[in-house]
């Protein structure tokens, strides 16, 4: 019994529409004239036309319908709009607390290293050092690492550059015997090629 309880539960759930964008979301609008597709926007544009056209033709209870139905989706859309405009104001109202606290904290940065670096000019040399220091540290770990290759895989780029062996000469050719002593005639003609 509980599953049946809970599928249930799940179908009302899924039935309700999400509160997501109704600005772009299509609708199917059962209308006095049939079923009218599209954005708010477009269902809108649809029904002021039929209110229009239903005006012209004298339908004053066909006019006032499709005006009913258009005012019904332009109510949705500017209550969407109104909604979206909202949540924008919030997160620019965000953004800009955001801002200003950044300002704050880089400010309050810039105040304590003025005041770090406005004490000595000696305390700016001794930071110089201490970078040159920490270089030179460097350099000797890279040293020492390379010196002690037994721990490193070894890899195509590690290995030394093997020397190629110089070629060997090619030996000359030997001469080819004259066409008469092969057995060919001199003058014969090569054979005409396929076309």
């Known amino acids: 019994m509980r599953s049946s309880k809970s599928r249930s539960r ?12 109704i600005i772009n979301r299509v609708f199917d609008s059962s209308g006095p004239d049939g079923k009218v597709r599209g954005t708010p926007q477009q269902i809108i544009d649809k029904y002021t036309q039929l209110h229009r056209d239903a005006q012209l033709a004298g339908d004053r209870v066909a006019a006032e319908n499709f005006a009913q139905h258009a005012e019904h989706y332009l109510r949705m859309l500017a209550e969407a709009q109104r909604e979206v405009d909202k949540a924008r104001e919030e997160q620019e109202e965000q953004n800009r607390q955001r ?31 201490d970078q040159t ?14 010196d002690d290759e037994s721990t490193l895989v070894e890899t195509p780029e590690n290995k030394p550059a093997k020397a190629k062996a110089p070629r060997k000469p090619r030996a000359p050719r030997k001469p080819r015997a004259p066409k008469e002593a092969r057995g060919e005639p001199q003058n014969a003609e090569k054979p005409a090629a396929a076309e």
């Open 10 to 21: 799940n179908k009302n759930r899924n039935n309700r529409p999400s509160g997501g964008n």
């Open 99 to 129: 801002q200003a606290e950044r300002d704050r904290e880089r400010s309050e940065r810039m105040k304590a290293q003025e005041e770090a670096s406005g004490g000595s000019d000696a305390e700016n040399v001794a930071e110089t050092d």
């Open 133 to 146: 220091d920490d270089a030179s540290d460097f350099n000797e770990v890279a040293e020492a690492s390379d």
